[in-house]
């Protein structure tokens, strides 16, 4: 080939197409190439994507403040052997480490480091445990502790149910080495209280909360350190004298949460205490009949209440959460108390709602003549500055709230609110009240309107429509 025909072979479009997209396949390359540099450095939950059904990567944002408002270092180490690392696990700690500058995420092969253990505990840490570490103090979350399975129901129904508390024990742990103080709460006893389910007092105490009992029928005074009292549907009335250390320590800023249930009994000392802070119960069983306010199926005294507008109720409303209150009293603001007083509505029913007042002849859950109209308070918040610091009374009017039953029915929804009433009365940031996600099928609650409306459109709209639509084709084909 002469000259010529080299030359004109480099000037012809098909050389000149071919250099113009090599050009661009190598600026292409260029340009992935940078994209991966730049995403590198990108935290997880901008280059990550939580596709799982029930959000185990989403942190919360009580998760992402306590990370966000670290001002010392904090370290995560999972424990694991080289390539056994829980995928789950892993990528959980990238978002903790997204989520705040000063947490670090190291990973430990005790084969390969059989004594790092050793430096917290005698004992085997289980793989894929996380160790939470602060300068000041340590926390292991094994591995138990994030997978959590439930044998609560085996006996009866054969079946476990599983949970991922990833994000509720690690944040617990980041709060815990990270906490001056860890608040005190005591439950009250010697009136034929109720007992907290073991599943409450576990969240309790995963929220990192020192939990005891005390007898005032038995004890001279309350211990020294309590951040609040716990007073869970008493069966009989206070002791004058119990009356009495109540009052002093409230009136000194202590604080205390009363959950009353309708009793067959007058209890005039609890009714004064409760007085005493512009709150009084109103006997009966209030029942309501706003669809949107009750349990679907008729249960109209499984009151879906309306959230007033409350730091307590705050975490509820933000999460689209529910809380079921069954067989509640009513609890209303007295005609007159200290202006000093400031009480706030936390649950509350609508104005379809009545109250029965003779609950052990009612015969039928009916409107009669002489039941009170609503709405009624079914939980208040009572505060009150003094030289001792700030008072917090909390009421419910049921205590069947707190059933591990009733809480699964709106999916935490009460246990999220008793949880977030102890952080509001001990002042305590750290208190997260995050719940495990579970594993297996989530529960669905629906409203008594919600129930009505989809039964009318999928037992007689839908099948007309579809009624409808045959016949128009049928009768459009006779036409042809």
Known sequence: MDNNKKTGAFRSDAFKLGGSQTLLI????????????????????????????????????????????????????LVAENGAENDTITTLLDRYAAAGSNITVQYVDPVLYPGFTTKYTSETVSANSVIVESPERFKIVDNTQIFVQDYTNYNTTGQVSSSFDGEGAITSAIAYVTSDELPTVYVLGGHGEAQLSDSLRGMILKDNYTLGAVNLMTEDALPERCDALILLSPQSDLSERELTILSDYLENGGSMVVLADILPTATPNLDRLLASYGLQLERGMVIERSGDNFLAGGYYHYLLPVLGEHEITAPLRSAGQYALMPMAQAVVETASHRSTLSITPLLYTTQQSYLKQDVENMTTAEKENGDPD????????????????????????????LQDSVDSVVYGGNSNLFLSTLGWMCQYDAGMSIHAKPVDQEVLVVPASASNLWSLILVVVLPLAVLAVGAIVTLMRRKK
């Not at 390359?29 to 939950?45: D, H, K, Q, R, S």
């Not at 079914?378 to 001792?388: D, H, Q, S, Y």
């Open 26 to 77: 190598a600026i292409a390359v260029v340009v992935a190439v940078l994209i991966n540099l730049i995403a590198a450095g990108l935290p997880a939950t901008v280059t990550e994507f939580d596709l799982s059904r029930n959000g185990f990567f989403t942190l919360s944002e009580q998760s992402v403040q306590v990370c966000r408002n670290l001002t010392e270092p904090i370290t995560l180490y």
């Open 374 to 401: 609503g709405p009624f308070m079914v939980g208040a918040a009572v505060t009150e500055e003094t030289p001792g610091g700030t008072t917090h009374l909390v009421v419910y009017t049921t205590s069947d709230m």
